[in-house]
C-alpha cells in the first residue's frame, strides 16, 4: 500500500481528535478551577491543532503534503496510539464539560442542587480532568519529538515559499503597523560588534544565570532574570553577549527588544509587538496561530489588547521561548507615569502558567524594583553588577582605546600602560566614562597634558554629563 494509504489512519484519527477538542470549547464552566483547566485545555489545543495543520495531516490528500517523519512506519505506527490515546481522553473530556454545561433554573432549589454539583465536580471531576490534561500535554509534546514542525523549513505544507512569504509579511504589518519599524535586529548587531573579545564572559559563570538558564523548568513558572547596574557598566553589550549564549544553547525560541528601538521608550507595549513579530517570524506555531487570529485588513495595526492576547497564545503553545528586554529604565524618563511598572505587571500576567524565560537588564530604579519583587504568577532572580565584575573588562576597554590611538603610539610602553591603568582607576567600573575619554586622547597632547586630561577628568559618568552640561550653557551664554 501507498504512503498515503497507509497514513490515511493518522489523518483520520486527527481529524477524529480535533473535532471533539473543539467541541470541549463551546462549553462553559462554572467554577474558578474549572476555569484554569479550561485555559490550559485551550492552549494546549492550539498546540495540538497547530502541530496537525503544520505536520499536513488538514488538507492531507497525498503524501506530497505528509511531514517527511509520517513516512516512516514506525513513527506513523506510534503517532497512531498517541492519538488514540487522546482521542479516549478528548471523549471523557467531552462527557465531562458537557454535564458542567447543563444548568438549572434559578430558584433557591436549583441553588442547592448547583453546590451540591459543585462539590461533586470538586470530589471528582476536578480531579479526573487534571489527570486527563496532563497527559494530554505529555501526548501532544511527544508527537511534537516525533515529528517536529517547530522551526520546519520545508515550505510544502503551506503551499508556495512566495505566497508563506507574503503572509508573513502581511503578519508583520498587522502586527507591527505602518507607525513602527523594527529594528531590533541592527540593535543587537550593533551591541554584538561593540564586544571586545574576552569580555562579558563573566555573567556566563554567575549561579544566578546559570541557574536561571541552565535547567529547564519542572513546572510551568515563568522565570525573570533581572541584570541590572549604574549607567554606563556596558549594560547592553553584556545583554548582547548573552542572548548570543542563548541562542547558542537551543533551548527555545530567543526573542529581543533593545531600548533604541521604535517608539519603545514612549510606549513599553510595542516590545510586545516585536517579540511576536520575532516569534511568527522564527517559529511556525506561532505562524499558525497569529494567522488564525490576524484580521483581513491587515493595513489596521492590531489593537495592543489582541497582541498582548496572542503572545500570551504563543507563549503557552511554544515551550520554553526567552523573552530580552534590554534597558526598561528607559521608558521610565519619557513614557506615561508608571508606565513600567504596568507593563512589567501585565507582562507576569502574560507568562502565567507557560515555561517562559525572560531576561531584563536596566538601572536599578524604584519603580522597576517594586514590579518585579511583587510577581505573582512569575519567579525573580536578580543580579546586581559591580565594579568587580567588570574589571577586568575595564582594563581590556581601556588598553584598547590605548593601543588604538596612533597619536599615542610614539610614547612607551610603559606610559601607555601607566595611562590606561589611571583611566581604569578613575572610572569607576564605567565603560562610557572611558569612551568619553577616546576623542581628547587623539589631539595630539605631549604627556604632561595627557595625564592632566585623565586627572581633571571628573570620576563617574554623572560628573561628566554634569560637566559637559555646564560647557554647554556657558557658549550658549557666549
Given at each position: ?117 459543585v462539590i461533586r465536580w470538586v470530589l471528582k471531576t476536578k480531579v479526573e480532568r487534571t489527570a486527563q490534561l496532563k497527559l494530554f500535554c505529555e501526548l501532544v509534546q511527544q508527537l511534537h519529538n516525533l515529528v517536529p514542525v517547530d522551526n520546519l523549513k520545508d515550505d510544502r505544507l503551506n503551499g508556495d515559499c512566495d505566497v508563506k512569504a507574503e503572509d508573513r509579511k502581511e ?231 590605548i593601543d588604538g590611538n596612533r597619536k599615542l603610539s610614539k610614547q612607551s610602553q610603559e606610559f601607555r600602560d601607566s595611562l590606561s591603568q589611571r583611566m581604569v582607576d578613575r572610572c569607576q567600573g564605567q565603560f562610557l566614562w572611558l569612551k568619553l575619554q577616546e576623542e581628547p586622547l587623539r589631539r595630539g597632547l605631549n604627556r604632561q597634558h595627557l595625564q592632566k586630561l585623565i ?24
Amino acid at each position: 500500500m501507498e504512503a498515503a494509504g497507509l497514513a490515511l489512519t493518522v489523518v483520520s484519527l486527527y481529524r477524529a481528535c480535533a473535532h471533539i477538542a473543539e467541541k470541549i470549547e463551546t462549553y462553559k464552566a462554572f467554577e474558578t478551577d474549572s476555569d484554569r483547566l479550561n485555559v490550559q485545555f485551550h492552549a494546549e489545543r492550539q498546540r495540538f491543532v497547530a502541530w496537525g495543520r503544520l505536520a499536513g495531516l488538514v488538507d492531507a490528500k497525498n503524501d506530497q503534503k505528509l511531514h517527511q517523519a509520517l513516512l516512516d512506519d514506525e513513527v506513523r505506527n506510534v503517532v497512531e496510539d498517541h492519538l488514540r490515546v487522546i482521542e479516549q481522553i478528548l471523549h471523557a473530556n467531552d462527557k465531562s464539560a458537557g454535564s458542567q454545561g447543563q444548568g438549572e433554573p434559578g430558584n433557591a432549589s436549583s441553588t442547592w442542587k448547583r453546590r451540591i454539583r459543585v462539590i461533586r465536580w470538586v470530589l471528582k471531576t476536578k480531579v479526573e480532568r487534571t489527570a486527563q490534561l496532563k497527559l494530554f500535554c505529555e501526548l501532544v509534546q511527544q508527537l511534537h519529538n516525533l515529528v517536529p514542525v517547530d522551526n520546519l523549513k520545508d515550505d510544502r505544507l503551506n503551499g508556495d515559499c512566495d505566497v508563506k512569504a507574503e503572509d508573513r509579511k502581511e503578519l508583520n504589518a498587522w502586527i507591527m503597523g505602518q507607525q513602527f519599524s523594527d529594528g531590533t535586529r541592527e540593535n543587537y548587531g550593533n551591541a554584538i560588534e561593540r564586544r571586545l573579545d574576552g569580555t562579558c564572559n563573566w555573567i556566563l559563570k554567575r549561579k544566578a544565570f546559570t541557574r536561571w538558564c541552565g535547567q529547564e523548568p519542572t513546572s510551568k513558572v515563568s522565570k525573570f532574570l533581572w541584570i541590572h547596574g549604574p549607567a554606563g557598566f556596558g549594560k547592553t553589550v553584556l545583554c548582547a553577549h548573552m542572548i548570543k549564549h542563548l541562542l547558542s544553547l537551543e533551548i527555545g525560541p530567543v526573542v529581543h527588544v533593545f531600548s533604541e528601538y521604535g517608539n519603545f521608550r514612549e510606549d513599553p507595549y510595542t516590545a510586545v509587538r516585536s517579540w511576536v513579530s520575532q516569534l511568527v517570524a522564527e517559529n511556525n506555531i506561532a505562524y499558525e496561530l497569529a494567522k488564525a487570529k490576524s484580521e483581513p485588513d491587515v493595513n489596521q495595526a492590531a489593537p495592543k489588547s489582541v497582541v498582548v492576547e496572542l503572545l500570551g497564545e504563543i507563549l503557552r503553545a511554544v515551550p520554553h521561548s526567552c523573552l530580552v528586554l534590554d534597558g526598561l529604565d528607559e521608558c521610565l524618563q519619557s513614557g506615561p507615569t508608571k508606565a513600567a511598572s504596568k507593563f512589567l505587571q501585565s507582562l507576569d500576567c502574560i507568562l502565567a502558567k507557560t515555561t517562559t524565560r525572560i531576561l531584563i537588564t536596566s538601572r536599578d530604579e524604584p519603580e522597576i524594583r517594586s514590579a518585579l519583587v511583587t510577581l505573582r504568577y512569575s519567579e525573580l532572580t536578580e543580579y546586581k553588577i559591580t565594579p568587580e565584575d567588570v574589571h577586568n573588562d575595564i582594563q581590556s576597554y581601556s588598553q584598547s582605546i590605548i593601543d588604538g590611538n596612533r597619536k599615542l603610539s610614539k610614547q612607551s610602553q610603559e606610559f601607555r600602560d601607566s595611562l590606561s591603568q589611571r583611566m581604569v582607576d578613575r572610572c569607576q567600573g564605567q565603560f562610557l566614562w572611558l569612551k568619553l575619554q577616546e576623542e581628547p586622547l587623539r589631539r595630539g597632547l605631549n604627556r604632561q597634558h595627557l595625564q592632566k586630561l585623565i586627572e581633571e577628568s571628573p570620576p563617574g559618568i554623572s560628573n561628566i554629563y554634569w560637566r559637559y552640561a555646564n560647557l554647554c550653557q556657558q557658549l550658549q551664554r557666549g
